[in-house]
């Protein structure tokens, strides 16, 4: 019994940090992003030292975490002068184990902000759209293999542009729908400049539609349209289209 409850402690101590996790991933491809930075060779050497500094420091929390984890699991042992190694010489222990740890998956960590995202899908989003310079390695990478396959650019395109409540979703979707037309959509999303390579992962077929969040009557699904144009101006002009009064 004691396992049982020192096993599903542990897992709820490491959970309860999961953010120091979530910030461990985010450094370690902010370390990545500051090493395929183009720009200036000062900026990008000084940018990768701040990110290998957040780095380091992220990494020794993260291990401290799972030692504080690791002390909580092996407290039956060093109460009863056993050796750790013995949790796996018995079904007993072997059973506690797991039931302690898969109770501590589940247990309730307080409240949880609402979202349509999982925490772990809203971490990859971060993990690609927080970091341009790897986000757009990516798409040279797609585009080179697309052009490997035969690909030719067909530089014609539409821009559709209007008022926030105008109708553009609706002739955005209605443009696509004519197969005359193509966009990008929210299978896409997050990695938007390279839609070939994450296909190979994420092909999602149709799917329930809902409502928008906007509370509008239009239904979405993830092979709508959406106007994604954001995330390429992000990533090549670093945010440069936006002004105090205007884009």
């Known amino acids: 019994m004691l396992l049982l409850f020192t096993s599903c402690l542990a897992v709820v101590v490491v959970r309860s940090k999961a953010s120091w996790g979530h910030r461990l991933a985010l450094n370690s491809v902010a370390v990545l992003d500051a090493m395929l930075d183009t720009g200036d060779e000062d900026a990008k050497l000084a940018a990768l030292e701040q990110a290998t500094t957040r780095l380091i420091k992220s990494l020794f929390a993260f291990v401290g975490l799972l030692a504080v984890g690791l002390l909580v699991l092996l407290a039956p042992w060093k109460l009863a002068v056993q050796l750790p190694w013995s949790m796996l010489t018995t079904w007993s222990h072997v059973l506690s184990l797991s039931l302690g740890g898969t109770a501590g998956l589940v247990v309730p960590m307080g409240r949880q902000a609402v979202s349509g995202h999982a925490p772990l899908d809203q971490l990859w989003h971060r993990m690609v759209l927080n970091h341009p310079n790897v986000h757009l390695w990516l798409m040279r990478r797609d585009i080179a293999a697309w052009q490997r396959q035969g690909g030719t650019p067909k530089p014609g395109f539409l821009l559709i542009t209007g008022l926030a409540r105008s109708g553009t979703t609706s002739v955005l979707e209605r443009l696509a729908s004519s197969d005359r037309f193509h966009s990008l959509g929210y299978a896409n999303m997050p990695l938007v400049l390279a839609p070939n390579l994450w296909k190979r992962f994420y092909n999602p ?15 979405v699904g993830l092979d709508s349209a959406e106007a994604l144009e954001e995330v390429f101006f992000q990533a090549i002009t670093r945010r440069e289209y936006c002004a105090s009064q205007a884009l």
Do not use: F
Not at 205 to 219: F, L, N, P, T, Y
């Open 205 to 219: 077929k149709g799917g329930e539609k809902r409502e928008r969040s906007h509370g509008d009557g239009i239904m």
